[in-house]
C-alpha cells in the first residue's frame, strides 16, 4: 500500500537554528499538507500546497514558516529559527480524491532545546 | 467556519464492553467526515470516513460510526472493546471541497480495563 514517508523520525535543534523536515507523499496525489501536534494536543492545520503554491494556510504558519516541492517528489517543511514552542510532532499528508482520502505520515518529532 | 467537538477527553471501558466516543460537527457545507486512531509515538491511521451515501459507515478493526445530519454527529461505536484498542482516536471534518484541509477534535483517549 503506498505511504507518505517522513524524515528524520525525530530531530532536536537549538533554539534559532533553522530546521527542515522532509515528506515524500504518494506519487500521483495532488494535494500535500503539514499539521502539527503539540504534546498532549490536538492536531492543528498548518498548511496545504497544490499545483506548486499554497493554497491555504493557517494562523500559525507565520513568517518563520515555508514549504517547497523542489523536486516534484519531495514536499518540505522549513522553519526558520526555531522556537521552544514549535517542539511538536509534525506530519504531512497526501490527498488524491475520495477514494482513499488523506494519507499522513508517521511524522517527525521536533524538539527544540 | 468547521469545528469538531469531542464529547469526553478520556473513556475507559472494560475489555469486551461497548465503546462510544462522541462526535459533533459544525459545517455550513455538507461536511465529510473521519476517524483517526493514534497509538502512542506513532501517526494517524485512518480508522472510517463518511463522504456520501450510506450513513452507517464500516471501517477497520470493528469499529463503525454513523453520519446523523439533524443531530450534527458522527459517533464512533464499537461492540466489544479489546486491549489492543487503546488508543487516542480523533473525529475530523472538511468540506465538499477537493483537498481541503480537515479539522480535527480535540481528541478522545480510550483506555480498555482487563
Known amino acids: 500500500e503506498p505511504e507518505v514517508t517522513q524524515t528524520p523520525s525525530h530531530q532536536v535543534t537549538q533554539m534559532g537554528q533553522e530546521v527542515i523536515l522532509r515528506c515524500v507523499p504518494i506519487s500521483n496525489h495532488l494535494y500535500f499538507y503539514w499539521y502539527r501536534q503539540i504534546l498532549g494536543q490536538k492536531v492543528e492545520f498548518l498548511v496545504s500546497f497544490y499545483n506548486n503554491e499554497i493554497s491555504e494556510k493557517s494562523e500559525i504558519f507565520d513568517d518563520q514558516f515555508s514549504v517547497e516541492r523542489p523536486d516534484g517528489s519531495n514536499f518540505t517543511l522549513k522553519i526558520r529559527s526555531t522556537k521552544l514552542e514549535d517542539s511538536a510532532m509534525y506530519f504531512c499528508?497526501?490527498?488524491?480524491?475520495?477514494?482513499?482520502?488523506?494519507?499522513f505520515g508517521s511524522g517527525t518529532r521536533l524538539t527544540v532545546v | 467556519a468547521q469545528s469538531v467537538t469531542q464529547l469526553g477527553s478520556h473513556v475507559s471501558v472494560s475489555e469486551g464492553a461497548l465503546v462510544l466516543l462522541r462526535c459533533n460537527y459544525s459545517?455550513?457545507?455538507?461536511?465529510?467526515l473521519f476517524w483517526y486512531v493514534q497509538y502512542p509515538n506513532q501517526g494517524l491511521q485512518l480508522l472510517l470516513k463518511y463522504t456520501t451515501g450510506a450513513t452507517l459507515v464500516k471501517g477497520i478493526n470493528g469499529f463503525e460510526a454513523e453520519f446523523k445530519k439533524s443531530e450534527t454527529s458522527f459517533h464512533l461505536t464499537k461492540p466489544s472493546a479489546h486491549m489492543s484498542d487503546a488508543a487516542e482516536y480523533f473525529c475530523?471534518?472538511?468540506?465538499?471541497?477537493?483537498?481541503?484541509?480537515?479539522?480535527f477534535g480535540q481528541g478522545t483517549e480510550l483506555s480498555v480495563k482487563p
Open positions: 459545517s455550513s457545507v455538507p461536511p465529510y
Open positions: 475530523a471534518v472538511t468540506t465538499m471541497n477537493q483537498g481541503g484541509k480537515l479539522i
Open positions: 499528508a497526501s490527498f488524491e480524491g475520495w477514494v482513499d482520502g488523506y494519507t
